[in-house]
């Protein structure tokens, strides 16, 4: 219980600092900056896992599947990748949500920051009740494998037409019944006063719709890190480490979505994988090393064919 106090407060801290000293004023994240804070993420998440190793190998925290240090490590590395690799989808519609209600680039961390605040708590719920789930149902590791295999097939053959619009979706057409929306902008605020009316900003809408389909989002990645690890901690932090580092990788990747167009096939790809696997925990034990290879490799040709593809 100690180290996930500490873990969370942590989180709080850095959060904190984010809003109130790197960030206080509003402004544009260039893309060198964006770069240096991805670098530093997914820095800490590797070195991260040495931390796994340690917490493990000195038993300083709960660990019901008995897992070995190195064993730890590596499936907090492997969630770690999941839930980033399984971002990239994520931060194409996060693009369009921003583009559609016109944000301006100065405000669009403001917007983020919120919004993986948010997520941070809707994954925490949904990671807690998936982990009961699996625990207390074993024929729900079929349930999820399954809904994974789905996932990948509707990808594979989502037709280039489906293009989702923000504006006409449940989400923003519920939220205008609901409260009064402006479409005029007031600096970094999410709400404003109209003639003795609070309306919602552009920036409030953005938010709201951003949470709710980072939700729908999550209904993807956190059965896929499950059939990884159903050990709580594991999946928890990989979790918190993939969203932490995902607004920077917004700025980074914002401008060079494009280059990326292949990147799809290798999410298709990991999510068939641990679906396979999912339904096949009860039978066959794959090696971590296994998993991690094929996350590892799925993404690096992903990569590297759409880059080529681009030259």
Same mark, same amino acid.
């Given at each position: 219980m100690i180290v996930w106090i500490i873990f969370i407060a942590s989180i709080v801290l850095f959060l904190a600092l984010d809003l109130g000293i790197f960030n206080k004023t509003p402004h544009i994240i260039s893309s060198k900056e964006a770069g240096?804070?991805? @670098?530093?993420?997914?820095?800490?998440? =590797? /070195?991260f896992s040495g931390v796994i190793y340690w917490l493990y190998g000195n038993q300083y925290i709960s660990n019901p599947e008995n897992y070995e240090p190195a064993i730890a490590s590596m499936k907090f590395i492997t969630g770690y990748l999941i839930e980033l690799s399984l971002s990239v989808d994520n931060? $194409? /519609?996060? #693009?369009? %949500? $921003? &583009? !559609? =209600?016109? %944000?301006?680039?100065?405000?669009?961390?403001?917007?983020?920051?919120? @919004?993986?605040? @948010?997520?941070?708590v809707f994954r925490g719920l949904m990671i807690f009740f998936g982990v009961i789930l699996i625990n207390k149902f074993s024929w729900m590791t079929y349930i999820f494998g399954l809904f994974l295999l789905f996932t990948a097939g509707k990808m594979l053959f989502k037709k280039d037409e489906e293009q989702f619009n923000p504006k006409k979706s449940f989400i923003y057409r519920t939220l205008r019944k609901i409260m009064p929306i402006t479409m005029h902008m007031e600096k970094e605020h999410f709400f404003v006063k109209r003639r003795h009316i609070t309306a919602a900003t552009p920036l409030f809408v953005a938010l709201i719709v951003i949470e709710l389909m980072d939700?729908? $989002?999550?209904?993807?990645?956190?059965? #896929?890190?499950?059939? %990884?690890?159903?050990d709580p901690f594991l999946v928890f932090s990989s979790n918190i480490f993939a969203i932490l580092g995902l607004r920077s990788m917004?700025? =980074?990747? &914002?401008?060079?979505?494009?280059? $990326?167009?292949?990147?799809? =096939?290798s999410l298709i790809a990991i999510l068939t994988f641990v679906g396979i696997k999912m339904l096949l925990v009860h039978h066959i034990k794959f090696p971590e090393w296994v998993s991690l290879g094929f996350i590892a490799l799925a993404l690096g040709i992903g %990569? /590297? /064919? &759409?880059?080529? !593809?681009?030259?």
């Open positions: 240096i804070w991805t @670098g530093i993420w997914v820095t800490l998440s =590797f /070195v931060i $194409f /519609v996060i #693009a369009v %949500i $921003f &583009s !559609s =209600f016109r %944000i301006p680039q100065k405000y669009q961390h403001r917007v983020l920051f919120w @919004g993986i605040l @948010g997520a941070i939700v729908l $989002f999550a209904l993807d990645s956190v059965p #896929a890190i499950l059939a %990884i690890t159903p917004y700025f =980074f990747l &914002s401008h060079m979505l494009n280059k $990326f167009a292949h990147l799809e =096939f %990569i /590297v /064919v &759409s880059l080529r !593809s681009k030259d």
